[in-house]
């Protein structure tokens, strides 16, 4: 949360030297990637192409990039930021799936898990807006897009990476507010309690 409010140079602290970079959050970014990678893997050679197969590959894409460019520059306390308000909503968002399928077996509580499945996606949509979308836009894209060019050098390697990537998915994530939302109302006006999340 510091960070979320922070306004100071932290935001744009760069480690150069490898012994700079904490272990842990080093850790962390492996695993990162590793899971976009294996996702992608999976879109693409696994599961069934949906309708939205061409967004959602070129999201597993650009996040792949956007990390090894983030931590090829260095920017930690950005990373993190990054990160946080774009997995924050997810949580509700596969829990929302999960009831949806449980949902789906003949149970007596299968209304109590539809009616849960419904508040969290709603939850969901309202907290993709607000992190994905309006944090990302004043936090992120403000701050990185528009003052970094006065704290980091523009020789670093691999920046327009860095910039394109942000910019990708940002508008990435307004694509996918709009269908997600589309397809709430859509299923919502036809009197379904849960959305297809196989749509």
Excluded at 113 to 131: A, K, P, R
Excluded at 169 to 193: D, G, H, M, P, Q
Aim: proline residues 2%; contains cysteine; aromatic residues 20%.
């Amino acid at each position: 949360y510091q960070l979320l409010s922070d306004k100071n140079d932290k935001f744009f602290h760069i480690c150069h030297v490898n012994d700079e970079f904490p272990r842990d959050m080093l850790i962390s970014s492996l695993f990162q990637t590793a899971y976009y990678i294996q996702s992608l893997y999976s879109a693409v050679f696994v599961n069934s192409r949906s309708y939205y197969f061409s967004s959602l590959v070129a999201h597993r894409s650009f996040t792949i990039l956007l990390q090894i460019a983030s931590y090829s520059i260095g920017f930690v306390n950005a990373g993190v930021i990054i990160e946080f308000l774009h997995d924050s909503n997810q949580i509700f968002f596969n829990l929302s799936k999960f009831f949806h399928y449980i949902a789906l077996g003949n149970l007596k509580e299968k209304k109590i898990f539809e009616n849960i499945s419904l508040g969290l996606i709603s939850f969901s949509i309202f907290l993709w807006t607000y992190t994905r979308v309006w944090l990302y836009y004043k936090i992120v894209l403000q701050n990185i897009l528009y003052d970094s060019h006065l704290k980091v050098p523009p020789n670093v390697c691999l920046l327009m990476l860095f910039y394109l990537s942000l910019i990708v998915i940002a508008i990435l994530n307004v694509y996918w507010l709009f269908l997600i939302t589309s397809t709430f109302f859509e299923c919502f006006s036809k009197n379904y309690l849960v959305i297809d999340f196989k749509k």
